[in-house]
């Protein structure tokens, strides 16, 4: 894990993932950095309170300076065996079975190796009233980039992906009742009735 320096009003720690803006790239989705619990302390409340941060690292030759989004943050404390302690920060609204803030949107951030699609559908299936199969995970993953639901987050640092999503629900029931209507295969195929050969549909 590489550790990069991260700076607030004279305040000093480390940080190993940062998750920005894709196209502004000076806002903050997802941050991770250690340090001794004051100055982690101080670095997390300059962001919070609108005195943003800088980043020194060598990511890409440049020092960028960030602030934090309108939306609110979680932020999980640990403490570790050295003394030192982690924090990490985060949207509310990755959080399992949290719409406080909008009930169509939620954030998935996760290592490369996991499995996204998986994890977006425990969430969609969270936030919608629609009843859904988890075969259905990689056809919905396609139906919210062609609709434009989905953002890739950019990875400033680190190793972890993050992904914006927001929908319109009546939009995704018309297009799961359509599909049902015309027997898409990556829809139906879950009620077929198992071991079948002729392609009928399972009785309910």
Same mark, same amino acid.
Request: with cysteine; net charge negative.
């Given at each position: 894990?590489?550790?990069?320096?991260?700076? %607030?009003?004279?305040?000093?720690?480390?940080?190993?993932? !940062?998750?920005?803006?894709?196209?502004?790239?000076?806002?903050?989705?997802? *941050?991770?950095? %250690?340090?001794?619990?004051?100055?982690?302390?101080?670095?997390? %409340?300059?962001? *919070?309170?609108?005195?943003?941060?800088?980043?020194?690292?060598?990511?890409?030759?440049?020092?960028?300076?960030?602030?934090?989004?309108?939306?609110?943050?979680?932020?999980? !404390?640990?403490?570790?065996?050295?003394?030192?302690?982690?924090?990490?920060?985060?949207?509310? *609204?990755?959080?399992?079975?949290?719409?406080?803030?909008?009930?169509?949107?939620?954030?998935?951030?996760?290592?490369?190796?996991?499995?996204?699609?998986?994890?977006?559908?425990?969430?969609?299936?969270?936030?919608?009233?629609?009843?859904?199969?988890?075969?259905? %995970?990689?056809?919905?993953?396609?139906?919210?980039? =062609?609709?434009?639901?989905? /953002?890739?987050?950019?990875?400033?640092?680190?190793?972890?992906?993050?992904?914006?999503?927001?929908?319109?629900?009546?939009?995704?029931?018309?297009?799961?009742? =359509?599909?049902?209507?015309?027997?898409?295969?990556? /829809?139906?195929?879950?009620? =077929?009735?198992?071991?079948?050969?002729?392609?009928?549909?399972?009785?309910?």
């Amino acid at each position: 894990m590489k550790l990069y320096p991260i700076r %607030a009003m004279g305040i000093r720690a480390f940080c190993s993932d !940062v998750i920005v803006d894709p196209e502004e790239m000076d806002t903050i989705y997802f *941050l991770s950095v %250690a340090g001794y619990q004051a100055t982690v302390k101080g670095i997390i %409340a300059n962001l *919070l309170e609108h005195y943003g941060i800088e980043i020194g690292i060598d990511i890409d030759g440049h020092t960028h300076y960030l602030g934090r989004l309108d939306i609110g943050y979680r932020v999980q !404390v640990k403490k570790m065996p050295s003394g030192l302690v982690h924090a990490i920060l985060f949207p509310r *609204l990755a959080l399992p079975k949290n719409d406080e803030e909008d009930p169509n949107a939620f954030y998935i951030f996760a290592e490369e190796n996991e499995d996204i699609t998986a994890r977006f559908f425990r969430h969609l299936e969270e936030k919608s009233d629609i009843p859904m199969h988890p075969s259905w %995970a990689g056809w919905l993953w396609q139906i919210f980039e =062609r609709e434009q639901w989905l /953002i890739g987050l950019c990875t400033l640092a680190g190793t972890y992906k993050g992904y914006s999503f927001r929908f319109d629900p009546e939009e995704l029931h018309d297009l799961v009742s =359509r599909a049902l209507r015309n027997e898409e295969p990556a /829809i139906i195929d879950c009620m =077929r009735r198992k071991g079948g050969s002729d392609g009928k549909l399972g009785s309910a």
